[in-house]
């Protein structure tokens, strides 16, 4: 199975700051990368796939970029309504591993 | 609108199992895949397995592999997940998601992104 490693499993910032959050897998996944949002309570939902392709409705200031291994999503200025926990996914091979999530709060 | 609707909660006894129903409106179904994922209280999301319904053949993930069913009716458009044996471990919110399928003749290029989510099964141990 490949393993996703995400980093930092939680992070606080302030509103307006750049957010960045990373994924490793553990081989080379090349654009088979895609990031969720989740708000407590709620199912996750799609902000980008196929590593940099922003999901119809997602505000701009998401963006997502990597590498075959190493992966970013980014926030460019943070907002009330993106405190949420954020997981990558890797759909490169099956079975589809998520990292292990990063919570985003406000500082 | 594309929506997944699943079933109500669930409280069973350990040993026993639990089957969750997932209901598709809107979109397509038979084309694409339909996982089931879990969610243990405070931690992130396990891929159980899923299933193409055009094919009606499901793929598992090792861990659950003997103690999960997935199947589909295309005619109604619904999706199932059967666990057995279960133990207070497998308490969790359970969730279907479909996924938009890539060019590709692998199985796991049916599972490229999940932009549809289910509304999400509260299945209780105890």
């Known amino acids: 199975d490949i393993q996703m490693t995400q980093s930092p499993s939680s992070l606080s910032a302030s509103i307006g700051d750049r957010v960045t959050i990373t994924c490793r897998a553990s081989?080379?996944?090349?654009?088979?990368l895609n990031w969720y949002q989740q708000k407590p309570g709620k199912a996750p939902k799609l902000l980008i796939y196929?590593?940099?392709t922003l999901q119809n409705g997602v505000p701009s200031r998401f963006s997502g970029s990597g590498t075959a291994t190493d992966f970013t999503l980014t926030i460019s200025s943070l907002q009330p309504d993106d405190i949420a926990t954020y997981f990558c996914q890797q759909t490169y091979s099956l079975p589809l591993t998520f990292g292990g999530g990063t919570k985003v709060d406000i500082k | 609108q594309d929506q997944l609707v699943q079933s109500g909660a669930e409280v069973k006894r350990p040993g026993s199992s639990v089957k969750v129903s997932c209901t598709a409106s809107?979109?397509?179904?038979?084309?694409?895949?339909i996982s089931w994922l879990r969610q243990a209280p405070g931690q992130g999301l396990e891929w159980m397995g899923g299933?193409?319904?055009?094919?009606?053949?499901?793929d598992y993930a090792q861990k659950f592999q003997g103690r999960v069913t997935i199947t589909a009716d295309k005619s109604t458009k619904t999706a199932y997940m059967e666990l057995s044996s279960l133990t207070s471990e497998d308490t969790a919110h359970y969730y279907c998601a479909r996924a938009q399928s890539r060019t590709g003749t692998n199985i796991v290029d049916y599972y490229y992104y999940m932009d549809v989510w289910g509304t999400g099964t509260t299945v209780i141990v105890s």
């Open positions: 081989q080379g996944i090349p654009y088979h």
């Open positions: 809107g979109g397509p179904f038979s084309s694409s895949s």
């Open positions: 196929s590593e940099s």
């Open positions: 299933i193409i319904p055009f094919f009606g053949t499901a």
